[in-house]
């Protein structure tokens, strides 16, 4: 079975700040795993994904996730966040014998000016 | 124009309506499918369908059904409303394997009353 646990519904961080959004996964056999954006009142946005090459991967607007096999990791992070982070971020998880992707609850990133 | 496109964007209905939502693409993707959201649950998925012919129940298929009328358009009913159906409907599609990412459309938000 898969499943995607996201510590923290909602992050708090200064502008400037490090921002650290916390993904574990559950899965059986090798995963993919997944980064989404969602602004207000807009669909999902890929950030980026791992799909079982390099294990450091970098996405748009400065965002980066390493997965972390011996943890079950995939935590994402930014060296300094701007106002313009403020959004829910969703982690999802897949794999080669499951055909659907399972999300976690998201977490919502606040940005103080 | 946008790949994926959901109507109507916005719906208030009553208990016992039955309601249709459409989603249409232009990305030319084989699977196609149908998420909730709720605050606090993150996306649940409803129906999936890898094409035409194949239609798949997700976790929470009850008191919902699907219609794949051809590629490029996948509708999601509600037969008969209930209040608790109140929520953030999205369309999804991707092309072939586990390993490639989802795309969403805007959403639909469905108020039941």
């Known amino acids: 079975a898969q499943s995607v646990t996201q510590l923290g519904s909602h992050v708090s961080v200064s502008e400037g700040a490090l921002v650290l959004l916390r993904c574990n996964y559950s899965?059986?056999?090798?995963?993919?795993l997944f980064w989404y954006v969602q602004y207000p009142n807009q669909g999902l946005q890929l950030l980026l994904k791992?799909?079982?090459?390099?294990?450091l991967v970098k996405g748009i607007n400065g965002f980066e996730a390493e997965f972390k096999k011996s943890e079950t990791s995939f935590h994402l992070t930014k060296p300094s966040a701007h106002m313009s982070d403020a959004a829910e971020y969703f982690c999802a998880v897949s794999a080669d014998n499951f055909n659907k992707f399972y999300f976690g609850s998201g977490t919502k990133l606040n940005v103080k000016p | 124009d946008a790949d994926v496109t959901q109507t109507p964007r916005n719906r208030i209905t009553k208990t016992g309506k039955r309601i249709m939502l459409e989603c249409s693409q232009t990305?030319?993707?084989?699977?196609m499918y149908w998420y909730r959201q709720d605050p606090g649950l993150g996306l649940r998925l409803i129906y999936y369908s890898f094409d035409v012919k194949d239609i798949n129940k997700g976790e929470i298929s009850d008191g919902y059904s699907v219609s794949r009328q051809a590629q490029a358009k996948f509708s999601l009913s509600l037969e008969s409303a209930i209040p608790n159906q109140t929520a953030l409907y999205f369309c999804a599609t991707s092309q072939g394997s586990s390993y490639n990412e989802q795309f969403f459309g805007p959403g639909t938000r469905l108020t039941v009353l």
């Open positions: 990305k030319g993707h084989d699977r």
């Open positions: 791992y799909t079982s090459a390099a294990t």
């Open positions: 899965s059986s056999v090798p995963p993919y």
